[in-house]
């Protein structure tokens, strides 16, 4: 059962969210990263400065050697007050699609018995032969991804910390922790993940390429003071900072936070099934504030509504941004964003409808 922390934070005032960070880690062992290098990852949208400042000073005040923060999505609105405050706190800034990428292997995970083994004796004579074929699929043991590719800045440090915030996603339902590892690997793996996964088996390799990280994320963080979810400012202001040291945790307690449950987040699910971590919510134990003082049910509010139901419709251009688009043309996997006659289109043959656009600049992507 791994512990997250959910804190009260109101604002960005600097002192109210330094002072929320250092009661939230207060049970953390800082000497585990005393020395250490550690590299500092965000995804899209990026959290706020202050907070993200103020968690580069509390890995300073524990003693850290180095700190490095990257990302690679850097179109808007990913400001300039974020790498002006990096350069302002002697962090450098790493754009991994310049970085180096190192190729790892996948490891190969759920080498156990599948679950549905489990009491087979139970089971009525359909049901045991039914189980054995998904046996002999090999469900559970199977590797999804044999190779992956992460920025050098993060294979070369110590201890890996993702700060995101909190959102919600077409993709994975939650724009989580351990979904926010698609914005690290290069447009190959993405390829991979959203043409050949899409269907069955997405959720099970973005697992994967987070078990990469896995071992040296010493703790996440999720900016839930304002979060990402309904464009209300009212409803996404959710006055909260979580904290953990399992991703799928700290996911888990995101889903229950808006009105999902934990294991509608499929990747959660899947973590927790192949032992990588507390992906459900009976299996998280909490610290903090009253978690239920922060709860609210929008799942009707959301943005992109329940289960990632946006999947299998085609999105439009909105708006023709050509400058910001330009920029993360090379995120759609299949190439369908064009441009023709000096417009941007979505060409609707080879679009496989994985919401990537959307996700990153939803007012210029829509369905
Ligand atoms: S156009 Fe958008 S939804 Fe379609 S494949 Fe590309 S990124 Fe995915």
């Known amino acids: 059962m791994s512990s997250v922390g959910i804190l009260e934070c109101k604002s960005y005032d600097p002192e109210e969210v330094k002072e929320a960070i250092r009661v939230i880690t207060s049970p953390f062992d800082k000497k585990k990263i005393e020395g250490k290098k550690i590299a500092l990852y965000f995804d899209f949208p990026a959290p706020n400065p202050v907070f993200l400042r103020e968690v580069i000073r509390f890995l300073k005040g524990a003693g850290v050697s180095e700190i490095v923060a990257g990302t690679s999505v850097i179109s808007a609105p990913v400001p300039g007050e974020i790498t002006d405050m990096l350069e302002w706190e002697g962090v450098k800034f790493v754009d991994f699609r310049e970085d180096k990428y190192e190729k790892l292997t996948v490891p190969l995970h759920g080498e156990r018995m599948p679950d549905h083994f489990r009491g087979y004796a139970l089971l009525s004579p359909v049901q045991y032969s039914r189980e054995l074929q998904l046996g002999k699929m090999n469900v559970k043991g199977k590797r ?66 987070y078990g990469l990280i896995q071992e040296r994320m010493v703790f996440g963080f999720v900016d839930a003071v304002e979060a990402d979810l309904t464009g209300d400012k009212e409803l996404d202001k959710m006055n909260a900072i979580l904290f953990s040291e399992d991703g799928f945790a700290l996911d888990s307690l995101s889903a229950v936070l808006i009105g999902y449950r934990s294991r509608d987040v499929k990747t959660n699910k899947v973590g927790d099934e192949l032992g990588f971590g507390s992906g459900l919510f009976s299996h998280v134990s909490l610290f903090g504030d009253e978690f239920l003082h922060f709860r609210k049910d929008l799942v009707k509010f959301l943005k992109y509504g329940r289960y990632g139901s946006l999947r299998g419709k085609k999105p439009r251009v909105l708006k023709n941004d050509a400058e910001r688009i330009s920029k993360i043309e090379t995120f759609c996997p299949t190439g369908a964003i064009k441009f023709e006659n000096g417009q941007y289109k979505i060409d609707r043959h080879s679009c496989i409808s994985c919401m990537y656009c959307v996700q990153l600049l939803p007012d210029l992507f829509g369905v």
């Open 144 to 209: 999804i991804l044999k190779h992956s590719f992460l920025p050098l800045t993060l294979t070369e440090a110590d201890c890996i910390v993702p700060v995101v915030k909190l959102k919600v996603s077409p993709v994975t339902v939650i724009g989580g922790v351990v979904s926010s590892v698609l914005s690290i690997v290069p447009t190959l793996t993405r390829n991979e993940i959203f043409i050949n996964k899409l269907k069955y088996q997405m959720e099970q390799a973005i697992v994967e390429v």
